[in-house]
């Protein structure tokens, strides 16, 4: 079974089956959850190999690029959802976003298998009856269920109760509590008055803090959201460009090639046909999950 493509929609509960002895790749982005409907198979990974009975559910990362596996016995029939986390802009904080990305290849954070007993079993399977199963309800529900399982991992630390003392610990705080979109929408100016320190300094500690500098991290955002853009709507490529707060669309291409490997028009025609072939440069992360650990500590 062919490997799904990045551009697939995220945020959809449908059913796959495999073969006897058949397999998939699970290299598609985002986070993913897997019940086991009828036939048993097993996820493999050189450092770890699950056996996945019936009714019992997988939640793994794309990011971990794993098997999943069908016995040799019986056709191996599957429920299947799958989030992105870089696409919830408005749900997810910055911070968020980023520690999800840094654990995405953990392999004791980013793969975990929950037994048919499981209230994470039951819950699967409530949600995927018709009536949910491809409505907003479900969708919901699934992000519900995401949070339930990984939102220990998130939750990294307790807010204090004293404010911040200096710019970096302020820094922190605002990453932990604003959601990402917001974030695009600040000055570097507005951001030095809400750190109350220098220029200088606010660029030396969001370095530190966030592992690239303020206008790098704006414009990966900003293409990011016309990556989406782009494959989710029909707006004009310069209407995307504006969109994403690129004012020069000679600019935004430039940009969106150098980010993506394509140009902004290419990559939608691509993903229209199905086929990607110039692969996505991954995004520019936190060089560890430690990183992200050490941040959420402050």
Request: aromatic share 8%; with cysteine; glycine share 6%.
């Amino acid at each position: 079974m062919k490997p799904k493509h990045s551009f697939e929609p995220h945020l959809v509960l449908k059913q796959m089956i495999l073969a006897p002895g058949g397999e998939m790749k699970a290299q598609a982005p985002g986070w993913h959850f897997l019940q086991v409907i009828s036939g048993v198979g097993c996820w493999e990974h050189p450092r770890q190999s699950l056996e996945l009975p019936l009714g019992s559910v997988l939640a793994f990362s794309g990011g971990l690029k794993g098997v999943i596996r069908a016995s040799q016995l019986s056709d191996f029939l599957l429920r299947v959802f799958r989030l992105q986390p870089d696409r919830l802009t408005g749900l997810l904080t910055w911070e968020e976003q980023r520690y999800l990305d840094c654990s995405a290849t953990d392999q004791q954070f980013a793969a975990r298998v929950f037994s048919s007993t499981s209230e994470v079993a039951a819950k699967f399977e409530k949600i995927s009856k018709p009536e949910t199963l491809s409505g907003l309800r479900g969708r919901l529900q699934m992000l519900e269920l995401f949070v339930e399982v990984f939102g220990n991992d998130l939750q990294t630390h307790k807010p204090h109760s004293e404010p911040p003392v200096d710019a970096k610990a302020r820094l922190v705080k605002l990453l932990k509590e604003i959601p990402a979109f917001e974030l695009l929408e600040l000055s570097f100016g507005d951001l030095v008055r809400e750190m109350r320190c220098t220029p200088r300094h606010l660029s030396r500690i969001f370095k530190q803090v966030v592992g690239m500098s303020f206008r790098e991290k704006q414009s990966e955002a900003r293409l990011l959201r016309a990556r989406e853009l782009l494959m989710t709507t029909e707006s004009k490529v310069v209407e995307v460009a504006l969109e994403s707060g690129y004012q020069s669309p000679c600019l935004f291409n430039l940009l969106f090639k150098r980010r993506f490997g394509v140009t902004p028009a290419k990559w939608r025609d691509l993903s229209k046909k199905g086929n990607l072939s110039a692969r996505p440069r991954p995004p520019l992360i936190l060089k560890s999950k430690g990183q992200a650990l050490a941040l959420a500590s402050l």
